[in-house]
């Protein structure tokens, strides 16, 4: 009998439930920018999610580079708003909703998956079709000297043909007059815990692979090496500020030196660009508090020290098994962890670490837009806000004498700089942000900081192993 009453109670769950759909969303797309998607509200929801990619289908449910959950109806629906998203007619969009139901005792998750809405006419920001813009006469393409059309691309101040190969490197060995091997103690603004050196053991060229492996450097210098009492400078070969803790450094007390040695090379002051398509096949490191370091760097720093002239990052995985599902993108513009993640993209990967393979990593870098890919599949799309970067100041607790030189620059302030290559890897620091579980053996902002990273070796230590190594097959570089 009670099997009998249970039957009965599920079945009227089950048909309560069955009555709830996601809505349809209405899709609306605005000249010359802008998106919005919407639902209408009905009793019961308590979250609106949209998930979208342009002229490419969606694997699964992944992010999308649209990604954002709605949590208040606002006018009676459920909308999401993009104001920077550019979408022409005929673009196609693919994209799956969910919506977080309850009905009264239980609250459950809906999705509509595999939607997709094709581009017919473009709005105005009241909601008519527009009219069509009347184009402007394409302004005559300059030629440059060689003949061949010139390029929004820039290199050490000089014009680039359209399309070409500025920059192809391939690692038969290690060229002095493109890369400097950094010999320096790691400091702001990522604070890692890391000597970077030019040692053998850690930075090489085989079998026309770049190969840098982080080692322990007591495992490189003896045992004791983090807490050796006396000044230990550099010399000549530091490539860090003379006379600063970047080439000089001195254990005292709970401020020990890096107990990581690892390596790091840049093009800085040899080769740098402005604007381009960057292509890296690499395979990236696994290991706790591991990460690779393929980043564009700013020459002059003309807007201010560490992040005020922005990084833009080509990928980024953290090493750990917990985290290598999830791979990163973008642009970094302050120190702050709000600064560090505003410009940041994302793509999950359904099963196994995006370190377990090679893989191509993109990054295309325009004027008004950065266009993230890996194995030629966007996940990001880049875009500067209305009024740019700079508007978003407060919000991204950035240092206001640093932001305000945006002021004088491009809307794409402060990446509209020309940048040079940094290929290495870091260890801990602050680029990994402080949690709550004790999962991570140190907080950011702790003087102990690195004291705390060396005694809990016996935690991360264990998960270094032949893996725990960046690999680099090739890096090109073509002009827009």
């Avoid at 022409?88 to 998956?113: A, E, H, I, Q, S």
């Avoid at 550099?234 to 401020?255: M, R, S, Y």
């Avoid at 680029?431 to 690195?450: L, T, V």
């Amino acid at each position: 009998m009670k099997e009998f009453v249970w039957l009965v109670v599920f079945y009227f769950i089950r048909l309560s439930l069955a009555d709830f759909e996601v809505p349809d969303a209405l899709i609306e797309v605005f000249q010359p920018q802008g998106l919005r998607v919407s639902i209408p509200d009905q009793e019961g929801i308590k979250l609106f999610a949209f998930h979208a990619k342009i002229n490419e289908e969606m694997n699964g449910r992944e992010g999308g580079t649209f990604s954002r959950d709605i949590t208040k109806a606002k006018n009676g629906r459920w909308t999401f708003y993009d104001p920077y998203a550019k979408l022409k007619l005929g673009d196609r969009l693919y994209y799956w909703t969910y919506v977080d139901y309850f009905d009264g005792k239980n609250k459950l998750g809906y999705t509509k998956d595999d939607q997709e809405f094709v581009v017919s006419q473009l709005l105005d920001k009241k909601g008519s079709p527009s009219t069509p813009l009347v184009p402007k006469p394409a302004p005559e393409e300059e030629t440059l000297p060689s003949g061949c059309k010139a390029s929004a691309t820039i290199s050490k101040h000089q014009k680039m043909c359209k399309g070409e190969e500025i920059y192809s490197e391939n690692f038969d060995k290690l060229k002095p007059d493109l890369w400097t091997p950094e010999i320096k103690y790691a400091g702001k603004p990522d604070f890692e815990f890391v000597l970077y050196t030019d040692r053998k053991e850690i930075l090489s060229v085989v079998n026309n692979e770049l190969v840098i492996r982080p080692i322990p450097t007591e495992q490189l210098f003896g045992k004791g090496f983090v807490s050796f009492e006396h000044e230990i400078d550099l010399g000549d070969k530091c490539t860090g500020i003379p006379g600063t803790t970047e080439c000089v450094q001195k254990a005292v007390a709970f401020l020990i030196l890096p107990p990581v040695a690892s390596g790091r090379i840049t093009t800085k002051n040899k080769w740098s660009f402005k604007f381009g398509k960057i292509e890296i096949r690499a395979k990236l490191p696994k290991g706790d508090w591991i990460y690779p370091q393929l980043f564009l760097n700013p020459v002059n720093e003309e807007y201010g020290p560490d992040y005020a002239s922005g990084q833009i990052r080509i990928a980024y995985l953290p090493g750990n098994k917990a985290m290598a599902r999830k791979l990163y993108g973008g642009c970094v513009l302050g120190s702050s962890p709000a600064a560090r993640n505003y410009a940041l993209k994302k793509i999950e990967k359904n099963e196994g670490s995006w370190s377990d393979d090679y893989h191509k990593f993109t990054a295309i870098w325009k004027p008004d837009e950065i266009i993230l890919m890996v194995d030629d599949q966007v996940y990001g799309n880049i875009y500067p806000p209305k009024g740019g970067f700079v508007s978003e100041s407060q919000n991204l607790d950035l240092d206001m004498k640093n932001v305000e030189r945006w002021r004088n620059g491009t809307s794409f302030a402060p990446f509209d700089k020309e940048m040079y290559l940094t290929i290495g890897v870091g260890v801990g620091g602050h680029c990994f942000e402080d949690r709550n579980d004790g999962s991570k053996p140190w907080k950011n902002n702790d003087p102990k900081a690195q004291k705390n990273f060396y005694k809990a070796s016996s935690q991360w230590l264990p998960t270094w192993d032949n893996s725990s190594v960046l690999k680099v097959d090739y890096v090109k570089i073509w002009a827009l």
